[in-house]
């Protein structure tokens, strides 16, 4: 097959030259409700386009891929006092699999324990390219089950405006579990 990226022969569908030129992350941090961190990898604009591949069969590569150069090699180097829980902002299966379960998945370590179907949307409404307006007019209506330790980190794919992981951490939050921070791939306010 060809790199989607340089187009050159590949046994991956983004070639190992091209991870390493595009794909190495970079941290990059905000804060929400005034105390929650959220710590990206990636600016939105410089994998836009892999990022939507999520909405085909593409995205279980491509997600896969983004997984492994950032969440794994974070998980690798994450230490904590005791083993924590992490937890993916719906992770409802979608064409086939779910994009933020992969990359829950790729937490799995010493200290982070990955956790399935713990926390998902009532309201399947898409906020992608919606406004600020149009998600705070359109809440998730999350539901949370409470099963988790108390430490939890909080997975989604992109941050935009952030409502969607502050409903995420009020939910949480409203069953005395305490979000340490979020992780994303991407986050769309950054130029």
Sequence with gaps: MKCLLCERLSFAHICTSCQKIFLTPSIYK???????????????????????????????????????????KFAKEFQYADAITSIAVDDSVRN?????????????????????????AKND?????????????????????????????????????????TQAIQVIQKSQKDVLFCLTLADANLK
């Design 30 to 72: 905000r804060k929400i409700l005034n105390t929650i961190e959220v710590i990206s990898f990636y600016k939105y604009k410089d994998i836009k386009d892999l990022l939507h591949t999520k909405h085909t069969d593409l995205g279980y590569y491509i997600y896969n891929i983004l997984a492994l150069n950032s969440f794994v």
């Design 125 to 165: 409404i898409s906020y992608s390219g919606k406004s600020k307006e149009f998600r705070l007019l359109h809440p998730r209506n999350f539901s949370f089950k409470n099963e988790t330790t108390n430490g939890i980190i909080l997975v989604d794919d992109i941050i935009t405006t952030g409502s969607t992981l």
């Design 96 to 120: 086939g699999y779910s994009h933020t379960a992969i990359l829950n998945k790729a937490l799995n370590s010493k200290y982070i324990n990955p956790q399935y179907n713990k926390l998902r």
